[in-house]
C-alpha cells in the first residue's frame, strides 16, 4: 500500500509539535495500518488494539446516547494513549509519555485529524448485500433444547 507523502509529512509534523509523542498511527477503523511514525512501538499490533478500543468505545458513547465517539484516553502509570477518529472509517492513535501535557497533545492532534481527514481518500462502503428471500408463511419455531434433553434416557428416571 502506497502512502501519501502528505500523511507521512502531518504524523512527522505531529512529533515535532509534541516532544513526548512516542509514536503515532492513523489506522483504518478495522485495524489495518495506514501510516505511522512509531519507533520502537509495533504499529499493527497498535491498530488491531485502537480499532477494538474504538469499537467498544463508540459501543459506550452510544449507550449513553451521547451520539458519535470523537475521541479516546486511556492513561497508564507511564503515559497516555489517545485515540481520535478521523472521519467514519479511520483513527488516529498517539502514545505519549507521562509528562505530557494532555491539554497540548488534543488541541495538536484534533488539528492533525482535520487535516488528515481532508488527505484521506477514505473507501467507499461496501456495497449493500441484496436481500435475503423472505420464507412464505408464519416463521418456522427454533427447536427448543434443554440441559435435561441432552442427557441420554437411562440417566433422566433418576
Do not use: W
Not at 126 to 144: F, K, N
Request: charged share 20%; proline share 8%.
Amino acid at each position: 500500500m502506497t502512502v501519501d507523502p502528505a500523511v507521512l509529512t502531518e504524523l512527522g509534523n505531529l512529533r515535532h509539535r509534541l516532544p513526548e509523542l512516542s509514536g503515532s498511527v492513523l489506522a483504518t477503523a478495522d485495524g489495518m495500518v495506514v501510516a505511522h511514525d512509531a519507533h520502537g512501538i509495533e504499529p499493527d499490533s497498535l491498530a488491531a488494539l485502537a480499532a477494538a478500543h474504538l469499537a467498544l468505545a463508540r459501543r459506550f458513547a452510544h449507550a449513553v446516547n451521547h451520539g458519535e465517539l470523537r475521541e479516546s484516553v486511556v492513561e497508564c502509570d507511564g503515559g497516555y494513549i489517545t485515540s481520535y477518529t478521523a472521519g467514519p472509517n479511520a483513527l488516529l492513535t498517539l502514545v505519549t509519555s507521562g509528562n505530557a501535557n494532555l491539554a497540548m497533545v488534543h488541541l495538536e492532534a484534533r488539528r492533525t485529524v482535520r487535516r488528515l481527514v481532508k488527505l484521506l481518500i477514505l473507501e467507499a462502503p461496501a456495497p449493500v448485500r441484496p436481500e435475503i428471500p423472505q420464507q412464505a408463511g408464519p416463521p418456522t419455531p427454533l427447536a427448543r433444547r434443554t440441559p435435561m434433553a441432552t442427557l441420554q434416557s437411562t440417566f433422566r428416571g433418576r
